[in-house]
């Protein structure tokens, strides 16, 4: 399939989509699903990212219970199916199958060398860990990270993971929102 790759892990091999940009190499985000899987939300949002100019790709992170795992965020079987599979879901492995997925997509040709991982849920817990587990995040986003209050005692304490001017940013624009909506 053109819009899949082959990502060959420490574990085993699995699938990731891709959404490629019209100009290459570029630079490139790795996107990590919520418990619904590599569905039509993480592949639009892969799609968006290369009209942006980004090489995106997703791995399937439930590859070891359930390969192609593609849930809908409207039906409460699926949400259901998915928190199983959430609850499931081996977390140091995963790590270090997004490691194995940047080292892969930083290889690419369409490529530029540098790195970024977005994850929404489980993907943004799982930014977070990779991100304080391993070298060669060149950024890290994370929305709304599911269970990730219980690895904060991973991160060195020494603040380098702390963007003030990010941070900054993030608070004006909550401010600014805020003040948009409730005055």
């Known amino acids: 399939m053109k819009d899949h790759i082959s990502v060959n892990g420490q574990d085993g091999t699995f699938a990731a989509y891709i959404a490629r940009p019209k100009t290459s190499p570029a630079p490139a985000v790795v996107v990590l699903q919520e418990l619904f899987g590599v569905n039509a939300d993480i592949r639009k949002t892969c799609d968006e990212l290369a009209e942006q100019s980004f090489l995106a790709v997703a791995p ?3 590859w070891r219970q359930e ?10 079987a699926d949400w259901q199916h998915g928190l199983r599979l959430y609850g499931a879901y081996d977390r140091d492995a995963g790590a270090k199958d997004v490691k194995d997925t940047i080292y892969a997509v930083r290889g690419l040709p369409e490529c530029n060398g540098k790195v970024a991982i977005l994850g929404y849920c489980l993907g943004a817990l799982m930014v977070f860990l990779t991100a304080v587990r391993y070298d060669g995040v060149d950024a890290a986003v994370a929305y709304h990270g599911g269970d990730t209050e219980k690895y904060l005692g991973e991160v060195d304490g020494n603040g380098k993971h702390y963007n003030a001017a ?3 940013l993030a608070n004006g624009r909550t401010s600014e929102f805020l003040h948009q909506q409730l005055r």
């Open 60 to 62: 399937d992170l439930f």
């Open 166 to 168: 990010a941070a900054a």
């Open 67 to 76: 390969p192609g795992v593609d849930l809908n965020v409207t039906s409460e």
